[in-house]
């Protein structure tokens, strides 16, 4: 086959997760063959490593109306569109039956991983000729490797499983490769299948998204019934502020009780603060448990022993597999350089996350596209609805309706957090006075670091 014959080849989606499991379902009502490819063995794999976490986006938000139209009419109930789903429930409920619908499950392969895309027949050196091109995408399963031809890549696999690194500048802490004996991942199943992790023991949380409060909740939760467990949390800012957010006045309260919480188990001394704190090593002790060293609040050391230390520092999306693809990625967040400035989160702490679609998600590869978490780059904002908005557009665009593609709407709920006086906020809780929530305006999608392509994260399940 030439290699620029690419109208009978499919569209390959990286990632059984709900963004791409959606992508697949608008490409087929666009009457285009997807192949989805997903490294896990089972769909939504990502997801189910932290299914015990409840999210605090409700179903309304959390399943693609193109997905729900294959599975109607399977006898699928759709679940009550107020209740939080959890992680496990989002794929047992939602994804595993969309996967198993008859237009979708033979056009998935589980147990497939992707190492590496590329255009048919030239480098990303070569521009002459490059157009039109078909893809390949080799991948690895059970030990073999394949090339497949694609008429389009869509990448929907997330940022799960490419922790940011402990350290400052953006690099590991000294000693960070060694520690993994006490490192036990961004959200752990604190009162779950790790508890004896942390029953009786003193535990260090590094972060200051969703994550992080996630399971210092779930450890305060825990040192109830175990007075002896100690729960550390370590910020690189001055203040929480952000992630304790707009209480009541958040559009979903599942998140602004979570700020809420734990802002209350801070103050009553549950949960130790240490702010603007910058790791610098790690290293085991003689007793077995880990030295944490580094610097703090106005220079002061920081120097802790710990028995697990839960890094949720946020992810950044894997590139290597695309260095044969002509991408236009923003320097700093890594996402679609049209994209980056809605999201940069040095500028964006609430307001808008304005509709996009095709557009903002191109590259100078035709055809080529990151969608739902990783398109998000570093930024750590996502909520499912925003990722399924972007493969419909994706989907029409490719199907050639322009008009349908362009025709980008996006809803979500209210921040509760404004930005107008969020340095007031930072400043008067860096100082330790309390602040009193300002009115929510605008909206957001705030995304803990985990979630590789899902909704956002509310609080663990006892």
Same mark, same amino acid.
């Given at each position: 086959?030439?290699?620029?014959?690419?109208?009978?080849?499919?569209?390959?989606?990286?990632?059984?997760?709900?963004?791409?499991?959606?992508?697949?379902?608008?490409?087929?009502?666009?009457?285009?063959?997807?192949?989805?490819?997903?490294?896990?063995?089972?769909?939504?794999?990502?997801?189910?490593?932290?299914?015990?976490?409840?999210? !605090?986006?409700?179903?309304?938000?959390?399943?693609?109306?193109?997905?729900?139209?294959?599975?109607?009419?399977?006898?699928?109930? $759709?679940?009550?569109?107020?209740?939080?789903?959890?992680?496990?429930?989002?794929?047992?409920?939602?994804?595993?039956?969309? %996967?198993?619908?008859?237009?979708?499950?033979?056009?998935?392969?589980?147990?497939?991983?992707?190492?590496?895309? $590329?255009?048919?027949?030239?480098?990303?050196?070569?521009?002459?000729?490059?157009? +039109?091109?078909?893809?390949?995408?080799?991948?690895?399963?059970? +030990?073999?490797?394949?090339?497949?031809?694609?008429? %389009?890549?869509?990448?929907? $696999?997330?940022?799960?499983?490419?922790?940011?690194?402990?350290?400052?500048?953006?690099?590991?802490?000294?000693?960070?490769?060694?520690?993994?004996?006490?490192?036990?991942?961004?959200?752990?199943?604190?009162?779950?299948?790790?508890?004896?992790?942390?029953?009786?023991?003193?535990?260090?949380?590094?972060?200051?998204?969703?994550?992080?409060?996630?399971?210092?909740?779930?450890?305060?939760?825990?040192?109830?019934?175990?007075?002896?467990?100690?729960?550390?949390?370590?910020?690189?800012?001055?203040?929480?502020?952000?992630?304790?957010?707009?209480?009541?006045?958040?559009?979903?309260?599942?998140?602004?009780?979570?700020?809420?919480?734990?802002?209350?188990?801070?103050?009553?001394?549950?949960?130790?603060?240490?702010?603007?704190?910058?790791?610098?090593?790690?290293?085991?002790?003689?007793?077995?448990?880990?030295?944490?060293?580094?610097?703090?609040?106005?220079?002061?050391?920081?120097?802790?022993?710990?028995?697990?230390?839960?890094?949720?520092?946020?992810?950044?999306?894997?590139?290597?597999?695309?260095?044969?693809?002509?991408?236009?990625?923003?320097?700093?967040?890594?996402?679609?350089?049209?994209?980056?400035?809605?999201?940069?989160?040095?500028?964006?702490?609430?307001?808008?996350?304005?509709?996009?679609?095709?557009?903002?998600?191109?590259?100078?590869?035709? +055809? !080529?596209?990151?969608?739902?978490?990783?398109?998000? +780059?570093?930024?750590?904002? !996502?909520?499912? %609805?925003?990722?399924?908005?972007?493969?419909?557009?994706?989907?029409?665009?490719?199907?050639?309706?322009?008009?349908?593609?362009?025709?980008?709407?996006?809803?979500?709920?209210?921040?509760?957090?404004?930005?107008?006086?969020?340095?007031?906020?930072?400043?008067?809780?860096?100082?330790?006075?309390? !602040?009193?929530?300002?009115?929510?305006?605008?909206?957001?999608?705030?995304?803990?670091?985990?979630?590789?392509?899902?909704?956002?994260?509310?609080?663990?399940?006892?």
């Amino acid at each position: 086959m030439a290699a620029n014959r690419t109208h009978d080849l499919p569209v390959v989606v990286i990632g059984a997760g709900p963004v791409g499991l959606a992508a697949a379902a608008h490409l087929l009502e666009r009457g285009l063959e997807p192949l989805v490819l997903e490294a896990g063995e089972q769909v939504g794999s990502a997801v189910r490593a932290w299914g015990h976490v409840r999210l !605090f986006s409700p179903w309304e938000y959390d399943v693609d109306a193109a997905a729900v139209r294959l599975l109607e009419p399977t006898g699928w109930e $759709s679940p009550d569109r107020a209740e939080l789903p959890t992680g496990a429930e989002l794929v047992e409920r939602y994804l595993t039956p969309l %996967a198993a619908t008859p237009q979708l499950a033979g056009r998935i392969r589980t147990g497939t991983r992707v190492v590496a895309v $590329s255009r048919a027949g030239v480098d990303k050196t070569r521009t002459v000729g490059r157009e +039109g091109r078909a893809y390949v995408v080799r991948t690895v399963a059970g +030990g073999r490797v394949e090339d497949l031809a694609a008429r %389009a890549v869509i990448d929907a $696999s997330g940022t799960w499983g490419q922790p940011n690194p402990l350290g400052a500048s953006g690099l590991t802490a000294v000693g960070e490769e060694q520690a993994g004996d006490w490192l036990v991942g961004p959200l752990p199943d604190v009162l779950g299948t790790d508890r004896a992790r942390f029953a009786g023991r003193h535990a260090l949380v590094v972060g200051m998204g969703h994550s992080a409060a996630n399971t210092l909740l779930a450890l305060v939760e825990l040192q109830r019934a175990e007075p002896g467990t100690r729960i550390s949390w370590a910020i690189r800012g001055r203040s929480p502020a952000r992630l304790y957010g707009g209480g009541d006045a958040d559009g979903l309260p599942a998140r602004g009780l979570l700020g809420s919480t734990l802002k209350a188990a801070v103050q009553a001394g549950s949960v130790t603060l240490h702010r603007e704190v910058t790791l610098t090593g790690l290293a085991p002790t003689a007793d077995g448990r880990l030295r944490v060293r580094g610097t703090g609040r106005d220079g002061a050391p920081v120097d802790l022993q710990v028995d697990a230390l839960a890094a949720a520092t946020g992810f950044r999306p894997d590139l290597e597999v695309l260095r044969e693809v002509r991408l236009d990625l923003d320097p700093g967040l890594e996402a679609p350089t049209r994209l980056a400035p809605l999201i940069d989160p040095n500028s964006h702490s609430c307001g808008t996350v304005p509709p996009h679609g095709h557009r903002d998600l191109a590259h100078p590869d035709e +055809g !080529f596209y990151l969608v739902g978490m990783k398109s998000y +780059g570093r930024a750590p904002t !996502f909520l499912l %609805a925003t990722g399924y908005e972007q493969v419909r557009s994706i989907a029409a665009a490719l199907a050639g309706d322009t008009e349908a593609a362009d025709d980008v709407q996006l809803h979500l709920p209210s921040t509760g957090v404004c930005s107008t006086d969020l340095g007031d906020r930072e400043a008067a809780e860096a100082g330790g006075v309390g !602040f009193a929530t300002g009115s929510a305006h605008g909206f957001a999608a705030e995304q803990p670091e985990p979630a590789a392509c899902c909704g956002t994260a509310a609080q663990p399940v006892p």
